[in-house]
């Protein structure tokens, strides 16, 4: 594989700024005015303006803007707004003295740390003409103590403006720190590339391996040779590389070609080898930015919709996605075991369900997979909370369609309940109740874990998510949300916190009263918030414990609730004896006709009633005014025929 020749990558900036630091005479602006002028100067200003480097100085053709800075106690502030403003850095000590050596890792280093300044840092020794020629010392030798301490540097070199030595290479080391950073892809201490770097290899070669064979034949090679440097590779090339890869990785070339070993040696050799350019036009031409994630330009627009409406996926990207499954289960067993599901990733920046809200919210089988269902609910739930997380990594295991028609735009949940039936899929269900009241032990049913009687405290939002089977006998998918009483009151500060929500369950220990009253609170608050927001939702109440003794009056308090405010009695849960009493099919059945189970507060009927009394005056003025238009006209006609007769 060439390199690049020169050519600046897609996604080049259109300059780069590099701030130059270090102690007072250590040769900063003689470096930086030799370095323009292609002359050692004669007369150097203490402080110089910015000076630019243009386009064609360097081969990446981007020009250079370097920024001089004073080291006195009294510009502090103004180094630092430099440095915030940097793409790079250079920090200069002066080869004849070495307390500028030491003040590297004493002062100036650290100094960057505490100033948060992110950016690669050249390290460069001025005034190697001065140096004790009596007492060589090697650059690496000095150098490698700080460079493990200090990961930021990005390389050392030393220099000598009097001279013209190494000056260009100093600002050059700096834009290629800038254009082709080695921390994104390759490890210094292990030696070795990192594992998002493997990843964003991996899927190119997955791409260019167009017959699926597991090695790119000369053809593909030569295709991605082409693709990625505009220029084909000559059949002696190819054996060339095949060579270098065969000597080093046996396993790297096998009958069919360079395999992903080989082709991943042949990128760390590249790197190793301080070719870096290469391997960054691969990834540039394949879409990716310096964190090894696809750029934004090729992801789809933000998904517009309503606070009601929710997004799902197109039967296109199931099928899509029942075909992954299937050829990633490598044992045919019918789920996907950890190492499974950690290959189908391979090719993303990293597993999406690594952590929350989806790491253990979806059944798993007694050996950790994931079943079929349980693998389309998550991607289910991925695509109801974050679509752009879900898209991309559709695109990244293997998605060739177009992105928008893996998902789709539900109708608003208003209209649903105009016309009495939900058309959604996907149905997120919040679950409110006070603390011990069974919250937790709902969801861990729903998703098949055991009953625990040891009791603990849910402190942050936790998801469910699970397919259930319909009275119909269609399937469906259910989210539920667990919202913890304590964070009930931050839920409803937001206007619209109940526009994502297609039903609300609200569960109760039935063997404590107070359990109860603490429920029924929160049922009224939240449909109060319905009410006043216009998001009304329909609601259950779940009496859970049903195999402890309801306290005394739990009958009557529940048929009164449940009487007033105009929805179906308390549904008796046992999750203890497995008795889910149909606890699941009935929260689809109420979310599915949105019109109905939505509960009534008293405030919410005084309004209704006054709406209605306003409308009816309304409607009395409204008939008033057309009486007396109709006697107008008719008055009219009798005059004018009264007129006409005399």
């Known amino acids: 594989m060439a390199g690049s020749d020169g050519n600046a990558s897609s996604l080049s900036p259109s300059s780069v700024r590099v701030v130059v630091v270090g102690d007072r005479g250590t040769g900063k602006s003689s470096l930086i005015v030799t370095a323009a002028a292609e002359a050692f100067p004669s007369n150097v200003p203490p402080l110089l303006p910015p000076?630019?480097?243009?386009?064609?100085y360097y081969p990446d053709r981007v020009p250079l803007v370097i920024i001089d800075t004073s080291s006195s106690p009294e510009n502090r502030n103004k180094l630092a707004e430099e440095l915030k403003k940097a793409d790079a850095v250079v920090l200069t000590?002066?080869?004849?003295?070495?307390?500028?050596?030491?003040r590297l890792s004493t002062f100036w280093l650290p100094e960057l740390r505490r100033l948060e300044v992110k950016v690669p840092v050249i390290v460069v020794g001025c005034k190697l003409d001065l140096r004790d020629d009596q007492q060589p010392v090697s650059?690496?030798?000095?150098?490698?103590p700080i460079m493990q301490q200090f990961r930021e540097i990005e390389t050392c070199i030393e220099c000598s403006a009097l001279n013209l030595i190494q000056v260009p290479e100093v600002f050059y080391y700096a834009q290629k720190a800038v254009l082709h950073p080695t921390g994104p892809l390759f490890d210094q201490e292990t030696q070795t590339l990192k594992p998002r770097c493997v990843r964003a290899l991996k899927r190119i070669f997955i791409q260019c391996d167009h017959d699926r064979d597991g090695a790119l034949s000369d053809a593909e090679l030569n295709d991605f040779q082409v693709k990625c440097f505009n220029a084909p590779l000559q059949p002696s090339e190819i054996v060339g590389v095949k060579r270098v890869v065969q000597e080093k990785l046996p396993e790297g070339v096998n009958s069919r070609g360079l395999t992903l070993t080989g082709f991943l040696f042949l990128h760390?050799?590249?790197?190793?080898?301080?070719?870096?350019?290469?391997?960054?036009?691969?990834?540039?031409?394949?879409?990716?930015?310096?964190d090894l994630k696809l750029r934004d330009d090729l992801l789809p627009v933000p998904i517009k919709r309503n606070p009601d409406q929710s997004v799902e996926l197109t039967n296109e990207a199931v099928e899509f996605l029942r075909g992954i499954f299937c050829l990633f289960d490598i044992d045919g067993d019918g789920a996907l075991r950890p190492a499974e599901l950690d290959d189908l990733f391979s090719t993303a920046p990293e597993s999406p369900w690594g952590e929350g809200p989806y790491k253990d919210a979806a059944q798993k089988t007694a050996l950790d997979g994931l079943s079929l269902d349980g693998f389309l609910s998550l991607w289910s739930l991925m695509t109801l909370l974050d679509p752009a997380r879900c898209l991309a990594n559709l695109i990244y295991i293997g998605y060739a369609g177009d992105p928008a028609s893996a998902i789709r735009v539900t109708r608003k949940r208003r209209i649903d309940r105009k016309k009495q039936q939900s058309e959604r899929n996907v149905f997120q269900c919040f679950v409110f109740g006070p603390k011990s009241a069974g919250k937790s032990a709902l969801l861990n049913s729903f998703i098949g874990?055991?009953?625990?009687?040891?009791?603990?405290?849910?402190?942050?939002?936790?998801?469910?998510?699970?397919?259930?089977?319909?009275?119909?006998?269609?399937?469906?998918?259910?989210?539920?949300?667990?919202?913890?009483?304590?964070?009930?009151?931050?839920?409803l500060s937001n206007k619209e916190s109940l526009a994502a929500c297609d039903i609300a369950v609200f569960v109760h220990d039935s063997s404590d009263e107070s359990s109860w009253k603490r429920a029924t609170e929160l049922l009224v608050e939240v449909a109060s918030h319905g009410e006043a927001s216009g998001f009304e939702v329909p609601c259950l109440i779940v009496a859970a414990k049903d195999d402890l003794d309801p306290y005394p009056m739990a009958i009557q308090d529940s048929t009164r609730v449940s009487q007033d405010m105009g929805i179906e009695a308390p549904i008796p849960v046992s999750m203890k004896l497995g008795d889910y009493n149909s606890i699941f099919r009935r929260i689809i059945t109420a979310a599915q006709h949105p019109h109905l189970s939505i509960p009534e507060t008293e405030a919410g009927r005084n309004r209704k009633h006054y709406h209605r009394l306003v409308n009816r005056s309304l409607m009395f003025v409204s008939v008033g005014a057309a009486v007396a238009l109709v006697g107008l006209a008719a008055y009219r006609v009798y005059a004018s025929r009264k007129n006409n007769s005399s």
């Open 449 to 491: 874990r055991p009953f625990s009687e040891i009791y603990s405290s849910t402190r942050n939002e936790c998801f469910a998510v699970n397919v259930v089977d319909t009275l119909g006998g269609s399937k469906k998918t259910v989210v539920l949300r667990e919202i913890p009483e304590d964070g009930v009151k931050n839920l």
């Open 139 to 144: 650059l690496e030798q000095v150098m490698s």
């Open 51 to 56: 000076t630019r480097l243009p386009a064609d």
């Open 93 to 102: 000590y002066a080869c004849d003295d070495p307390a500028t050596l030491d």
């Open 268 to 290: 760390a050799l590249f790197i190793e080898k301080g070719r870096l350019e290469t391997t960054w036009t691969v990834l540039r031409k394949f879409g990716y930015n310096n």
